[in-house]
Structure formats: structure tokens, C-alpha cells
């Protein structure tokens, strides 16, 4: 029986396009994009990444177009697999991040959310490095596209 897991993360830039958010968990030294697991039953896909930004951030985003999509699979154990679907979001209120948050699942592990310029990267450990090898040189064309979603059909 197979196993997959859908995160979405959220790719969110300052106004000026030079610095973009990570988060890091507890007891761990890497950083990432703020996101968490689709709980599909209960929300659409955008919702959710608007939810988990919101829970591990405390600030409030509006995704404005598809970005990348990654398939994660367990070396011990093929049958588990995930797909990690990126989104650029617009940071959509005034105020900076709030280095007080609390992450507000309880099952939250997100302890540490941090503005980064690109050159703030090399002296940390990122994942996934292919994305931040990428995201500074696709920005400029990202922006300029047409969003590459299509929707949500609801049945």
C-alpha cells in the first residue's frame, strides 16, 4: 500500500524581491520554506498554504502563482513518497515577521523564521538546495509569466 504525503511550501520574497523567509525547527540546524501537509479533506490547496504560512509564520500571504513541484521518496521504504508543490506568495501584511511566534499547531515544530538575502545562504545549510540554486535567476521570468495553475474545480 502506498503512502503520499502533499506539502506545499511558500516561497515569499520581500517588496524588493532581495530577501526571501526560511523557517527552522527545533533541535535542527537546516533552513526551508515555511509549509506543512495539505489536509485536503478540509481545505483547497491554496487555503492550506495560506493556513501553514500563517501557523509557522504568523503573517498572512496570497499565493499568486505556481512555482515548482518535487517528489520526495524513502530510501528504507519506496512505497512512501511525497510531492512538495512551491508557490510564490505575496506577503500581504504591514508589519515585519514577528520574531516572538509561536507555532501555532501544536504539533508544530517550526521554532525560527528569518528574512535571508541570497548571499545570506552559502554559510547556511538549505533545503532543498536545488530551489535556492534556481529561485534568484527564475524570479525575474517567474514574475513576468502568466500563473501556471488552473484551478480548482470543485465536483
Known sequence: MSNISI?????????DKTKIILVRNKNQSFWYPPGGRWEHESENILECVTREVFEEVGIDVEPISFLYIREGRSKSNMSNSSLEIFWLCKFSNAKDLNKNHIDLD???SVVESEWFKKGDLKNLTVFPIELYERIWEDLSFICKEKDRFIGINIL
Open 7 to 15: 506539502i506545499v511550501r511558500a516561497i515569499i520574497f520581500n517588496e
Open 106 to 108: 501544536f504539533e508544530g
